[in-house]
């Protein structure tokens, strides 16, 4: 039988518009452990409280639904990392700068991971076998693997990251290395060990290229 919880959340998803009911009743599925691959449009139609034809009037399939939920949370976590800036003059996240910041922002992203788990496990999933989101999840990773070189080549030229670091490489290790341990933590940690996460990933970060010593 649904807990009271349960039935109180989904009336008050059936308060809002049809396709944020269907996007909301997918993200609380996927949150309790089902599979995006084995979850079917009448569960989701059901649980959303519409019919499946309705389903198919706001989203072609799941792919398009997937799509919109991975849209709704990334943004938010890859607009958090771009704020970052490595020098005192950037713009301060989490009220700190430089390093200090770089731990701030892990923590935000981190949150934002753990409220959309659900969904960053159905990517994870999904993406081995459907080239859409595939496509969609590295677009983002390349956005910021882009900013990252230009910030990294800003800071060699104001003599701050060693001339012998390579921007490329460097790059891809920050971006698709931070990527993996992030997601990787969040499926495999109860939360206990966040800010350790983040402490470390930043220290990481900085030390490691952004001010590694020459």
Known sequence: ??????????AADRRL???????????????????FTELGVQRIAREAGVARSTFYMHFA??????LRLAESFTGAAFGIAREWEPTPEGPPVGGSVGMDALVAG?????????????????IAEVSGYEPVIRKFWRARLD??????????????????????VD??????????????????HVATDDGSGDEAAARELAETWWY????RPA
């Not at 956005?143 to 012998?164: D, H, I, N, W, Y």
């Open 143 to 164: 956005q910021f693997l882009v900013r990252t070189a230009q910030v990294l080549e800003e800071e060699k030229r104001a003599g701050r990251v060693p001339v012998e």
């Open 17 to 35: 518009p049809v396709e944020a009911q269907i996007l909301a009743a997918t993200e609380r599925l996927l949150a309790e452990g089902e599979s």
């Open 61 to 66: 399939d799941k792919t398009e639904l997937l």
């Open 208 to 211: 490691g290229v952004y001010r």
């Open 106 to 122: 892990f923590r935000e992203i981190l949150a934002v991971y753990r409220k959309h788990s659900g969904v960053l496990a159905a």
């Open 167 to 184: 921007i490329a490489a460097a790059s891809r290790l920050i971006v698709l290395g931070g990527e993996w341990f992030l997601g990787d």
């Open 1 to 10: 039988m649904p807990s009271i919880t349960r039935r109180r959340s989904a």
